[in-house]
């Protein structure tokens, strides 16, 4: 029996076009399993599509600061106010099943061995971005893995802990005994580092090799559905530049 080959998603947002393309590529590249990272929604216009896709897949979940706080009747103190216009409107479009299964989402979910968390590993709550050797180091502290997945900064990034901590140059490594990885698999929805494709990552668990991989899918469709839906102009605009 072929070993298996994990796609993970992560900061999808509503995004079902973005979705649609990294699904059809994981699947070309021989996918058995789907995670995810946490951000189901939030910021692009098919919300409940992307909630379906998800739920039908089967796909493992962890919590998003957004799949929070469109489950949680409380006050998104840390949310830019285009955010948080956005999880009103998610929340009257999804519906209560859908609300429902946002808020049973973990903070952290073990999965075959490795881990997946939204944010970070020290404090999965309090929502902090890593985005330098620092920042993961507090995490690596708290991984008791050899290979952990995160999203939330939206770029795509490998951490490597043998010792000291480093950023790699590289978006493909192969996971050796002895080290420990903590691998930021970008966004399938709003990338964020000035490429537009979507982006996940393929963990393959035999060959023990991940792949941060991106993907062109139909950035004006999503945008049309964006303006269509009303949602703020800043929104889509944003998705043809990839910030
Ligand atoms: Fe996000």
Redesign the pocket.
Known sequence: MAGKRYAIL??I?GNLEALTAVLADAKEQGATDYVCV??LV??NANPAETLQRVRELGVICVR???DHYVAHDELARDFHPLAANVVDWTRMQIGEDNIAFLRALSMKRMVNGFLLV?STLDMPEKWGYVFDELEAESSFSYQSTSVCFH??T?QPVIFEKSGTVARLNTLRVIITLGKKYFINVG?VG?PRDGDPRASYGLYDLAGRVVELRRVVYDVASAQRHIRAAGLPERLAVRLATGI
Do not use: E, I, V
């Open positions: 992560g900061d947002h946490g951000d939030g910021y998003g600061n957004h939204h999203g939330h939206h966004s709003q």
